[in-house]
């Protein structure tokens, strides 16, 4: 029988293997496109979806799967201790300060993937994609035989967990009132490169008896204590927004009805502060703030392991940063989208000194794994990253991103979002 460290050397070899060797095409277009036109999509919107979607599947280890649950746990676990909370939230704008009783709609949990198991790059409280992902379940063949029971998930099962989740949230805020309409709501919605999903989150809530609007803001209104689009009253707003803090003029009716308990707002303000901060992984990464913390041994030992170590840069630290930024990572901390982020043995001194003057953490660079891909019948390696789409916990959904460049993009041909599936 094998020790344990092999069988886990082993099982992340076979995955690793598959990655690198596998050159399958695993996407059946034509099924996607079917699924596609049967949402109803305009001819413009289905010719988007090219870019979106690779070829090509994402395998990872059991192991891995099991690092991923543990990782997601852990750090849910922690945020949830009274002494984290205070911590963040002592930083956190005045409007973050309001607690929520929902949970948040679609947090996203980013990770790379090294022979040390799964390391978390980022979080995110409103994580695109998971509509997109789930159609993209629909349309895939078996490769190499090499296939686990995860995520072999019919798209109309991971859409209904979906739904539920919503009028989880809306339960939670109203307890048994009905949820007649959402809106999605995002600046200039349909100029955003993900306005494909947002029209497929329509058609899925829509079908589940729930009118469900694509809204800019700006559009809104309160009529009568009611926030409102064209005399249409909202129940709950799906945040697509990235003004986390619902700052900006444009966003100042949605603030107040959140502030005045008018509507149920998820992802809101108090979510991103909670998880989804930069900041935070300063925190969630230093061995003696997290004992500070009472956090539990156990807890402390996963968190070392999955999260790279990152730190808030002051003027204190800044030259040694600076010293060592071939190994680091430097991010904005209300930053999103990879915007703003810099690779630190690519940055000059001109960017340096503009990370010095804003609110920016440096992480230690863990390199992404790759995917072997063909492009043109050319064997090409991509790298991927791997998001989990949690809620409450509990890992809903995983996808990948393939690219090439220095952060995850839609732009590389080949490239786009892949199903993961578990090698045995």
Sequence with gaps: MKNKKSCSTDCNSAADLLNRTCFCKTLKREELLASLQAQSLPVEVLQHFEQLFSHTAVFISPVQWRQLQLLVQTVMRVTALPAYQQAVLSRAPAIAHKASPVSGVFMGFD????????????INTNAGGAFLNAILLSAQTACCNAAGDFPQLLQPQVEAEFVAMFRREWQLA???QILRCIALVDENPSAQFLYPEFLLAQSVFERAGIKTLIVDPRELDVVDGKLCYQQQVI?????????????????????????????????????????????????????????????????????????PRTQLISADNAEH??????????????????????????????VWDEILQGDYVAQRQIPPSERGILVDEQEVALKMDVRAYVYNSDIQLLAARLYQGQTTNFRTQGGGFAPVFVAE
């Design 321 to 350: 940063l600076w010293q060592e930024r071939k190994q680091l990572f430097f991010k904005p901390a209300a930053g999103y989208g990879s915007k703003a982020t810099y690779r630190g043995d690519k940055i000059t001194k001109r």
């Design 174 to 176: 109203r307890g048994d």
């Design 111 to 122: 990770f790379h993937l090294n022979e040390d198991g799964p390391h978390i790059i980022e």
């Design 235 to 307: 129940d709950l707003v799906y945040n697509r927004l990235t003004d986390f803090s619902l700052t900006q003029p444009g966003n100042s009716v949605l603030r107040y009805a959140y502030e005045n308990n008018l509507i149920v707002l998820t992802p809101n303000p108090y979510h991103h502060a909670l998880y989804a901060d930069k900041r935070n992984l300063a925190l969630l990464s230093d061995e003696t703030k997290l004992n500070e913390l009472g956090v539990s041994n156990e807890d402390i030992n996963t968190l070392l392991v999955g999260i």
